[in-house]
T-cell receptor
Framework: DGGITQSPKYLFRKEGQNVTLSCEQN?????MYWYRQDPGQGLRLIYY???????QKGDIAEGYSVSREKKESFPLTVTSAQKNPTAFYLC????????????FGPGTRLTVL | GESVGLHLPTLSVQEGDNSIINCAYS??????FIWYKQESGKGPQFIID?????DKRQGQRVTVLLNKTVKHLSLQIAATQPGDSAVYFC???????????FGTGTRLLVSP
């Protein structure tokens, strides 16, 4: 069953702690993305990666870090430098090349207490 | 479920009506356009897409219209059903460049 998985669905952390959100895809897609979604707003791009071992900052990268050591995995770390980390985080992937359609995972709701 | 989009523009329709959701984009270089449906607490799901060499594309109960002159996109849903209730996002991009730019979304509420 192909798709994108994100874990966990809900995550609670204390202020000042780093936390890593998992994103895995078995679609053999080259490109992967992380978005943040807040109530009343659309999706804002945090980081994206077009190939393994390469990634670029999106529009709101401050306070976040990523790695792309494997094609199927693109974990996102929310660091203590992120001033307002409570949000819904969405991971997506696309085949790359001329294929723009992005496929989304189910999301992780992060709440910082 | 999650409370996504508490302050989004809302379109309220009756079951069986046709719905039209509009979207404006700003990049005149965009040549790829896509609509997503997002139910509460879930990730966006693909509905339909269109490239700039077309001005209309139809799917099952959905039609996307593209007006490149005024940079406007619309999604028409025929015979709207309660299961269509969700937040709908448009996005645009450029072929070969992987980033998509998402609109803020519209909440569709369908009453039985």
């Amino acid at each position: 069953d192909g798709g994108i998985t994100q874990s966990p669905k809900y995550l609670f952390r204390k202020e000042g702690q780093n936390v890593t959100l998992s994103c895995e895809q078995n679609l053999n897609h080259d490109a992967m993305y992380w978005y943040r979604q807040d109530p009343g707003q659309g999706l804002r791009l945090i980081y994206y990666s077009q190939i393994v071992n390469d990634f670029q900052k999106g529009d709101i990268a401050e306070g976040y870090s990523v790695s792309r050591e494997k094609k199927e995995s693109f974990p996102l770390t929310v660091t203590s430098a992120q001033k307002n980390p409570t949000a819904f985080y969405l991971c997506a992937s696309s085949a790359g090349g001329s294929y723009n359609e992005q496929f989304f995972g189910p999301g992780t709701r992060l709440t910082v207490l | 479920g999650e409370s996504v989009g508490l302050h989004l523009p809302t379109l309220s329709v009756q079951e069986g009506d046709n719905s039209i959701i509009n979207c404006a984009y700003s990049n005149s270089a965009s040549d790829y356009f896509i609509w997503y449906k997002q139910e509460s607490g879930k990730g966006p799901q693909f509905i339909i897409d269109i490239r700039s060499n077309m001005d209309k594309r139809q799917g099952q109960r959905v039609t996307v219209l593209l007006n490149k002159t005024v940079k406007h996109l619309s999604l028409q849903i025929a015979a709207t059903q309660p299961g269509d209730s969700a937040v709908y996002f448009c996005a645009d991009g450029i072929t070969g460049f992987q980033k998509l730019v998402f609109g803020t979304g519209t909440r569709l509420l369908v009453s039985p």
